[in-house]
């Protein structure tokens, strides 16, 4: 088994056990690009925790990297659950430090499993419900894409806002530290 295996946990919930291959803190570097701003490249950190009930608690970090790979100041952080539901569903809350509340809708898929460890899975998600402060940009809705790929979580994000329709945002590949 490699060090970023997760075996399948008989002590977690019943219900999150197809979603446990996320658990522990991953951190990577990935790329942001809109068509109104600037390519950009970022650190993060994010961490998938559990506390015995049925669903997972989320947080990402993440810093604006120069080109040598030095942070220059932070960026995005957001924060919120990952609740599976009946039938691979899967439900996403989250709070974002830009002013901004999502509600993710999709699925959750385990395509590999060997000596009860998963050794891949995916989940493809799309907003249901986006709402914002008074003062957050615009921001209509996104597709959030997430896999276990050799080990590594890797993700992207396809967003609609400020007048452009849903287009490449982000997209990154975290490495399994924790």
């Not at 008989?10 to 990935?30: F, K, M, N, R």
């Not at 604006?64 to 539901?85: C, H, K, M, T, V």
Request: proline share 5%.
């Amino acid at each position: 088994m490699s060090e970023s295996s997760t075996p399948l946990p008989s002590e977690l919930p019943e219900a999150i056990v197809s979603i446990s291959w996320l658990l522990g803190t991953w951190v990577g570097v990935g790329l942001g690009t809109y068509p109104t701003i600037e390519d950009f490249r970022f650190g993060q950190e994010v961490t998938f925790t559990n506390d015995g009930r049925p669903f997972l608690t989320y947080s990402s970090t993440s810093w604006i990297l120069d080109e040598d790979g030095n942070r220059i100041r932070p960026a995005a952080s957001e924060y919120g659950f990952w609740r599976p539901q009946p039938d691979n569903g899967l439900e996403v809350l989250l709070v974002h430090s830009t002013g901004h509340l999502e509600t993710y809708h999709g699925t959750n898929e385990v395509t590999g499993i060997a000596d009860a460890t998963i050794t891949g899975a995916r989940c493809e998600l799309k907003t249901d419900i986006v709402a914002r402060s008074e003062n957050a940009k615009e921001y209509d809705g996104g597709v959030r894409l997430y896999g276990l790929i050799e080990g590594d979580l890797g993700w992207a994000f396809d967003m609609s806002a400020v007048g452009e329709p849903l287009t490449n945002h982000l997209s990154a590949r975290l490495a399994k530290i924790g």
